[in-house]
């Protein structure tokens, strides 16, 4: 059995590595998806008592079904987490490589590498017949049932034959910064714009988003704090969250987003919550790891190029505030 301390430890070192990607320094974002050979990392790093800065290209590339099932999978599977697996991710990911056009993946490496993060959009009732999206709808019907308006809402739109509503799906490598995402954001409404005018069935009403994040006792909040105001290390990482958009602020609920860009998505959302994972296993004193839940957003289409806009202005890269 783990004395106190000790399991304080093991939480403090499970989300520090959700957030210590050292400091990544965003070399260059490009705004147009890349066609050629990524361009070469380089790194360097500086003295013991500053963060390390580490130049990374990260080029955007259109979904490839060649190259990025499993990557996209995997980032799928994380996305759902515990409850992933009853959810036909293998179809998912199917049915997101289905459509090149419409959504956006990082790489480092090439078009031929894997993806660290991906973005894309799927039309619902256009889907309804996909394994995916018949597991998917009743599992986030049941989800919104937490909320009685949320899930007034969410089942009038569906049910509605002129609603179409969009899942939004965007998940990366927990490491990655935050400012590399509005970008994928921008290329979304650009490429949903044109999907339109060419009659193509992405004329969104509602969008459903889904994430996740993370809870903290009172207790595991406190052994946060007493370990962020420990110098050295403590302090290179307040440093490297700020660097990449993230923030030190307490939560009033414990309920911390894996993901910062989730926030100023909720501001825009008309009905927002957090529900527990279908197959989560029962947390006590002994626990490891950090508890997680999932998190859903309905948010008008109509927000949609604000929200992006928004998005861009908040979470800019280092250098360009």
Known sequence: MLESDERFCVLRNTINSCFDFACILIHSIFMSKRKNQADHEDSDSD???????????????????????????????????????????HALADLVLSQPDIGTTIKTDGEESSPYAFL????????NDNVSIK???????????????FHESLSTILRDPQCQVGLVLCERL??????????????????????????????????????RVYKLTPEEEEAMTIAQQQPGKASKRQK??????????????????????????RKF????????????????AE?????????????????????????????????NV
Do not use: C
């Not at 894309?120 to 889907?127: A, E, F, K, R, T």
């Not at 935050?178 to 009403?205: C, G, S």
């Open 174 to 211: 927990i490491n990655m910064p935050v400012p590399v995402i509005p970008p994928m954001y921008r290329m979304l409404v650009d490429e949903l714009r044109d999907a339109v005018e060419e009659n193509e069935p992405f004329n969104f009403t509602h969008l459903i988003f889904i994430s």
């Open 269 to 284: 959302a008309s009905h927002h919550l957090i529900f527990p994972y279908s197959n989560a296993q029962p947390r006590n």
């Open 287 to 319: 626990s490891f790891g950090l508890d997680t839940a999932g998190r859903l957003m309905l948010v008008p289409a109509a927000q949609f190029t604000e929200l992006a806009r928004v998005l861009g202005d908040v979470f800019q890269p280092p250098g």
């Open 240 to 265: 490297s969250q700020n660097s990449t958009g993230e923030t030190n602020d307490r939560s009033p609920d414990g309920v911390y987003p894996f993901h910062p860009e989730d926030e100023e998505i």
């Open 47 to 89: 003295s013991e008592d500053t963060p390390t800065f580490i130049d990374v290209d990260f080029d955007f590339f259109g979904l490839n079904a060649t190259n990025d099932y499993h990557a996209i999978k995997r980032l799928l599977d994380q996305l759902f987490g515990v409850d992933a697996e009853s959810l036909s991710m």
């Open 135 to 149: 597991s998917l709808v009743p599992y986030i019907l049941a989800k919104s049932k937490g909320d009685d308006a």
């Open 120 to 127: 894309s959009v799927l039309n619902i009732g256009v889907h």
